[in-house]
Nanobody
Framework: QVQLVESGGGLVQPGGSLRLSCAAS????????VGWFRQAPGKEREGVSY????????FYTDSVQGRFTISRDNVKNTVYLQMNSLIPEDTAVYYC????????????????????WGQGTQVTVSS
């Protein structure tokens, strides 16, 4: 059974850090690119970051550039999102998703290119 399971979310103060994990099972992660998305209450889902299957390509949305780092461990079948210098605007449910589409610097944000999604993990940034 194909599964993506996010973990690592929680409540953190502004300026703090969290590391999200996206653990894959039921398929070989090295065959897939992975995106992180988030959705805040009352807002549309947005792409946060993307990493290619080999880890050689990555993209970030402008608002997290320089603060977030995406990485992957294909041995552990896991993708990570290290989030530093968190701000209240980062509060959202974060989802990971897999894709076989070879995305570019704009198309990676398109959710229709992802065929399987995790259930999400809540990140709350508040003092």
């Amino acid at each position: 059974q194909v599964q993506l399971v996010e973990s690592g979310g929680g409540l953190v103060q502004p300026g703090g850090s969290l590391r999200l994990s996206c653990a894959a099972s039921g398929f070989i992660l090295t065959d897939y690119n992975v995106g992180w998305f988030r959705q805040a209450p009352g807002k549309e889902r947005e792409g946060v970051s993307y990493i290619g299957s080999s880890g050689g390509t990555s993209f970030y949305t402008d608002s997290v550039q320089g603060r977030f780092t995406i990485s992957r461990d294909n041995v552990k079948n896991t993708v990570y999102l290290q989030m530093n210098s968190l701000i209240p605007e980062d509060t959202a449910v974060y989802y990971c998703a897999r894709s076989t589409y070879l995305a570019g610097s704009v198309s990676w944000r398109n959710a229709r290119f992802y065929d399987h999604w995790g259930q999400g993990t809540q990140v709350t940034v508040s003092s």
